[in-house]
């Protein structure tokens, strides 16, 4: 189930310091986001699509375990895949 979590730093029981972080709820969807704007359609031309798993907020979901397969349509051709 998603939820905040929230760190507050105090000193003198003053508040002097405030972190949230949103954990996600499971995958919904998955996200292509191109290196570039712009992609050259010649085969001198290196496209880097990141594919990110995502949750129905649109929050990156980090423990995201699954196969993703590619399909390349037209003149292109898929070079290499991998996870960082």
Excluded: C, W, Y
């Amino acid at each position: 189930m998603p939820g905040t979590l929230r760190a507050i730093g105090l000193k003198d029981g003053e508040m002097k310091e405030s972190v949230e972080f949103q954990t996600t709820g499971a995958v919904s969807g998955l996200r292509l986001i191109p290196e570039q704007s712009v992609i050259k359609a010649d085969r001198d031309e290196i496209a880097f699509i990141r594919v990110e798993a995502i949750d129905p907020e649109g929050r990156i979901v980090p423990d995201a375990n699954f196969e993703v397969s590619t399909d390349v349509h037209g003149n292109g051709e898929l070079i290499a895949a991998g996870v960082p």
